[in-house]
């Protein structure tokens, strides 16, 4: 799998499209619930809903 780069613009009423490609990528389907969250240093993490929500009753962080 190649993995490119996407450069993205966030719009005037603050929101961004990402390119199927990259969610593809990520494993991450067309209906698939996810959550957005800071990474506290410049990133912003999306996970999918059901894994951040497993991590966050086991290990009581996303």
């Known amino acids: 799998m190649t993995r490119e780069p996407a450069?993205?613009?966030?719009?005037?009423r603050g929101r961004v499209e990402l390119p199927v490609g990259l969610l593809v990528e990520a494993g991450?389907?067309?209906g698939?619930?996810?959550?957005?969250?800071?990474?506290?240093d410049g990133r912003i993490v999306i996970r999918r809903a059901e894994d951040g929500m497993k991590d966050l009753i086991e290990k009581g962080r996303l």
């Open 32 to 40: 698939t619930d996810v959550v957005a969250l800071s990474g506290g």
């Open 28 to 30: 991450i389907s067309r």
């Open 7 to 12: 450069e993205l613009r966030v719009d005037g």
